[in-house]
């Protein structure tokens, strides 16, 4: 038998040694311990232990218990990521909008002013939770815009780990709160797969959305892989709510397992549209950006210069052509686009405010030294989407329509509240993104991809409020991860072998402020904006414009712009004409990258790409022409949803009621914002299509249905083929013609990016205000709902 002192011996040489992966939590300034195990293969493999002959359990002794915990010294991981912010916008580098926590992380932290995204959410995400270009993810674009395409599929490759996976199988606890968009959107049903969710993707909790966007007043949330109610609170905000949740999260993680490293990846939905901020972050904007949008430009470069994140002889670029002058502007003109921008500076602190209380949690739970927080201000520049005047309903714009100030002066007052939608104008975009020329979704140009990242590590970080100017991507995430952390990029997973990751660690930066530079390369691309950044230098070519419709030139005419930006901060002085070898090699590179990363071919296409027959991706209908729904089914995304956009169709709802004042939805899809609706009022059977939340066409049964079971049947009749078009719309209640109207003109590629289908209620938003949101279900009885496309 072996004697106590002898167990006590081992127990302590396995402590020290980290065998099977039992180590303790050092100070700050112990060395770290010699990690035994292999994990460069994962999941890591429990060892072999010798058969046990011992015949009595009192007589024998157990061997150790295998766990895997993070390495001795591994740091907790926190990335925020905020949605469609430009480099000019927050106060830590030079903008108007009030952004404490960032100044104060920045402040004991570190500044980096070279740091760049995608230029689109999708695509940015992917690449920083894996390490690998956006194009290896097969995100070439948002996922709503997949095609057939390698580089552009939406769907994951079981080589791409990403980070959260490769720090679970290591021993962390890992959650993610916020904005998701990485998951394919046939995939978005309950029937799943679920691989590309947050829960299969290396998290152990995931609360929050899963598509681009959402109401921050109701949302569209799940918890895990269950589509849930938004939470009746008074004053509901889905950034507090998920900065709660995160705390919650949190808190408990570290009081149940206080050893146990985590990672907590926390993406708003802010301030990407619908700008949506209470009442009181926006008010305290009130009147300062009277000035207009070149007036703020000026202003926020020279706050840049004198904080030192732009260099004292780099230029501002001029306005485009494309981007109307403040001057120009008419009274009502410039009184709407202040309260555009004052809603959005509002959004953005009241974000920020929220990322405050979830870091003085960690600071109150003891963890904020040790933790390695990434606060990424940005997925991409600032977003013109919302068209040069803006709009009140974001979803007019994705749907390639251009809103007018007229429309949206009766909308001011409301501005940024549960009755708006709302996006700013470009001209607010494009001062958010200060310095740099242009906005999101141009990716050939820094106004489009250049975005402030401030890294905080008191542990591990000596230097306090420095900037630093090394060329970095968000492929340099994960590796920078895995260093501190001091884990190795695994090999291979779950038995598939991984594609190396294309980034590199920036923890060399830390204590060298003019080390040189260890990207050298990088590519950009979306929707034909293109360009490489190599050595130094920058090729570029910007092929679109998100706000024009117009019909893109071919590739093949794109005009290439030079720039050497290691001297040239803002891709200011094109050189293109005084040294086109340079430009030719670089455009050369760019095709070298294009090729090994799935670039090509090329797709600049935009809303049409909502349409999966016209995209190539597949459909969740699989051609189908019918679809049968019942009575529970709710939540069901529109890309996992039968397509009844003007095309010829029937919906017959098979249903009972009790009496002659059953009232209720028996289905209706989308919400407030745009979709459309079969429901009953005091026993009488309505229609309604809401087109934007700007037109609306009811059609009404004439009397009410008498207790006992029966057949409506509404018919919509195209009056052309084409996408928005207007047609005839029919009810029949048991085989006999009711009411006919005609619906003018419908929406043409996409209903809502986060309300779906439902049978026997209106969840989130409401379609039509004939009832009331939260309290429409139906009294009757559906029997079966079926969706015919003829």
């Given at each position: 038998m072996v004697s106590r002192r002898a167990c006590s011996f081992a127990l302590l040489l396995l402590l020290g040694a980290g065998i099977f992966g039992l180590v303790y939590s050092p100070a700050a300034d112990d060395p770290p311990q010699p990690d035994k195990l292999d994990r460069t293969v994962l999941p890591i493999p429990e060892p072999k232990l010798a058969p046990i002959t011992t015949l009595d359990a009192r007589n024998a002794k157990a061997p150790p218990r295998f766990e895997v915990k993070a390495p001795q010294g591994a740091p907790n991981v926190v990335i925020v990521l905020i949605d469609d912010i430009g480099f000019g916008h927050s106060s830590a580098f030079g903008g108007p909008i009030h952004?404490?926590?960032?100044?104060?992380?920045?402040?004991?932290?570190?500044?980096?002013?070279?740091?760049?995204?995608?230029?689109?959410?999708?695509?940015?995400?992917?690449?920083?939770?894996?390490?690998?270009?956006?194009?290896?993810n097969n995100a070439g674009a948002i996922m709503e815009l997949a095609t057939a395409f390698p580089g552009n599929t939406g769907v994951r490759p079981e080589s791409v780990t990403p980070l959260a996976e490769i720090l679970r199988q290591n021993g962390y606890a890992t959650a993610a709160f916020g904005k998701y968009h990485e998951s394919p959107p046939w995939e978005v049903s309950v029937s799943g797969p679920f691989d590309r969710w947050p829960t299969r993707s290396g998290f152990d909790k995931f609360y929050g959305f899963i598509g681009g966007e959402t109401n921050q007043w109701v949302p569209g949330l799940y918890d895990g892989i269950v589509r849930i109610e938004t939470p009746h609170t008074p004053g509901y905000h889905f950034t507090t709510d998920m900065t709660d949740q995160a705390i919650k999260w949190v808190s408990a993680q570290q009081t149940l397992t206080p050893d146990k490293r985590f990672y907590l990846y926390f993406a708003t939905g802010a301030t990407h549209a619908p700008h949506h901020a209470p009442q009181q972050w926006i008010e305290k904007y009130k009147g300062q950006f009277a000035g207009g949008w070149d007036t703020l430009r000026e202003e926020t470069f020279a706050r840049q210069k004198k904080l030192g994140v732009v260099p004292a002889g780099a230029k501002l670029t001029p306005r485009p052509k494309e981007i109307p002058a403040w001057d120009g502007m008419s009274a009502?003109?410039?009184?709407?686009?202040?309260?555009?921008?004052?809603?959005?500076?509002?959004?953005?602190?009241?974000?920020?405010?929220?990322?405050?209380?979830?870091?003085?949690?960690?600071?109150?739970?003891?963890e904020l030294d040790n933790t390695l927080f990434f606060y990424i201000v940005g997925d991409n520049g600032a977003s013109a989407e919302g068209g040069p005047e803006g709009t009140y309903n974001e979803m007019l714009a994705l749907n390639g329509i251009v809103g007018k100030a007229d429309q949206m002066m009766a909308h001011i007052d409301e501005w940024g509240g549960p009755t708006t939608f709302p996006h700013f104008a470009i001209g607010w975009a494009w001062a958010g993104n200060t310095p740099f020329q242009w906005t999101k979704q141009i990716a050939s140009h820094f106004g489009g991809t250049r975005n402030g990242m401030v890294l905080h590590w008191p542990n591990g970080i000596k230097a306090k409020g420095e900037v630093r100017s090394q060329f970095h991507h968000v492929i340099d995430v994960a590796p920078t991860v895995l260093e501190a952390a001091r884990l190795p990029e695994p090999k291979a997973v779950n038995g598939i072998?991984?594609?190396?990751?294309?980034?590199?660690?920036?923890?060399?930066?830390?204590?060298?402020?003019?080390?040189?530079?260890?990207?050298?390369?990088?590519?950009?691309?979306?929707?034909?904006?293109?360009?490489?950044?190599?050595?130094?230098?920058?090729?570029?070519?910007?092929?679109?414009?998100?706000?024009?419709?117009?019909?893109?030139?071919?590739?093949?005419?794109?005009?290439?712009?030079?720039?050497?930006?290691?001297?040239?901060?803002?891709?200011?002085?094109?050189?293109?004409?005084?040294?086109?070898?340079?430009?030719?090699?670089?455009?050369?590179?760019?095709?070298?990258?294009?090729?090994?990363?799935?670039?090509?071919?090329?797709?600049?296409?935009?809303?049409?790409?909502?349409?999966?027959?016209?995209?190539?991706?597949?459909?969740?209908?699989?051609?189908?022409?019918?679809?049968?729904?019942?009575?529970?089914?709710?939540?069901?995304m529109e890309n996992a949803f039968i397509n009844v956009k003007g095309v010829h169709h029937t919906i017959t709802a098979e249903i009972e009621v009790k009496d002659a004042s059953a009232s209720g939805v028996i289905i209706a899809q989308a919400g407030y914002f745009g979709g459309w609706t079969l429901y009953m009022k005091l026993g009488r059977v309505h229609?309604?299509?809401?087109?934007?939340?700007?037109?609306?066409?009811?059609?009404?049964?004439?009397?009410?249905?008498?207790?006992?079971?029966?057949?409506?049947?509404?018919?919509?009749?195209?009056?052309?083929?084409?996408?928005?078009?207007?047609?005839?719309?029919?009810?029949?209640?048991?085989?006999?013609?009711?009411?006919?109207?005609?619906?003018?003109?419908?929406?043409?590629?996409?209903?809502?990016?986060?309300?779906?289908a439902d049978v026997g209620e209106d969840g989130e938003t409401n379609v039509s205000p004939d009832y009331k949101q939260g309290d429409n279900k139906f009294t009757g009885r559906i029997t079966k709902v079926t969706i015919d496309v003829k």
């Open positions: 952004m404490p926590t960032l100044e104060r992380l920045a402040a004991n932290g570190l500044k980096y002013n070279r740091f760049h995204t995608t230029a689109l959410c999708s695509p940015t995400r992917v690449a920083l939770l894996t390490g690998r270009n956006h194009h290896v009502d003109q410039k009184r709407l686009f202040q309260r555009q921008m004052e809603t959005f500076a509002g959004f953005a602190e009241h974000t920020d405010h929220e990322v405050g209380r979830l870091v003085a949690q960690l600071e109150a739970i003891g072998e991984q594609r190396p990751m294309d980034g590199v660690s920036m923890l060399y930066t830390i204590a060298d402020a003019k080390a040189k530079d260890r990207r050298s390369t990088q590519y950009f691309e979306m929707f034909g904006n293109r360009g490489i950044y190599h050595d130094g230098w920058v090729a570029c070519t910007r092929h679109s414009i998100p706000w024009l419709m117009a019909q893109n030139p071919p590739l093949t005419a794109d005009v290439w712009e030079l720039y050497n930006v290691d001297q040239d901060f803002s891709q200011a002085d094109n050189l293109a004409a005084q040294q086109p070898e340079k430009l030719k090699e670089l455009q050369a590179v760019f095709m070298r990258e294009a090729v090994r990363n799935s670039v090509l071919p090329i797709d600049d296409r935009r809303a049409e790409r909502f349409n999966a027959a016209i995209a190539g991706r597949p459909d969740l209908m699989g051609g189908r022409t019918s679809l049968a729904v019942y009575q529970g089914m709710t939540g069901m229609h309604e299509y809401n087109w934007f939340a700007i037109e609306r066409t009811n059609i009404a049964a004439p009397a009410p249905l008498a207790a006992g079971k029966h057949t409506i049947v509404y018919e919509f009749i195209p009056d052309e083929a084409k996408p928005g078009t207007g047609g005839k719309s029919t009810i029949t209640i048991d085989g006999k013609k009711a009411v006919e109207g005609h619906i003018p003109k419908t929406q043409p590629f996409a209903f809502s990016g986060d309300e779906g």
